[in-house]
């Protein structure tokens, strides 16, 4: 089994930095990717930063159009934790964000890739 915990987020200043970070725990023999995804009201949960593993890689991270140039994803795969942070927020910046991170178990098979979510709120 995997488990997922999510921390970060909450309310953030329009302009300032919003971070998260998301560890996995469980049996896990090795993870292909990691990221963080967003859902808004009345929309379909969409990417915001990914990192794809690749065996003989460092990994592909692919960013959102929206948050291009203001979003640094970041992974530490001894702790099997990936973290993001989002500089110059504003209002439309905000949603629930979810952790994923995808996990092969030790016995074989996926785990759950995604997190509970986590609020993220932009004020002025």
């Known amino acids: 089994q995997v488990r997922l915990v999510e921390s970060g987020g909450g309310l953030v200043q329009a302009g300032g930095s919003l971070r998260l970070s998301c560890t996995a725990s469980g049996t896990i023999s090795s993870i292909n990717i990691m990221g963080w995804h967003r859902q808004t009201p009345g929309k379909e949960r969409e990417p915001v930063a990914t990192?794809?593993?690749?065996?003989?890689?460092?990994?592909?991270?692919t960013y959102a159009d929206s948050v291009k140039g203001r979003c640094t994803i970041s992974k530490d795969r001894a702790s099997k934790t990936v973290s993001l942070e989002l500089d110059g927020v504003n209002p439309v910046d905000a949603g629930v964000c979810y952790c994923?991170?995808?996990?092969?178990?030790?016995?074989?098979?996926?785990?759950?890739?995604w997190g509970q979510g986590a609020q993220a709120t932009v004020s002025s």
């Open positions: 994923l991170i995808c996990a092969m178990l030790s016995g074989g098979g996926w785990g759950d890739c």
């Open positions: 990192i794809s593993h690749m065996v003989g890689t460092d990994g592909i991270t």
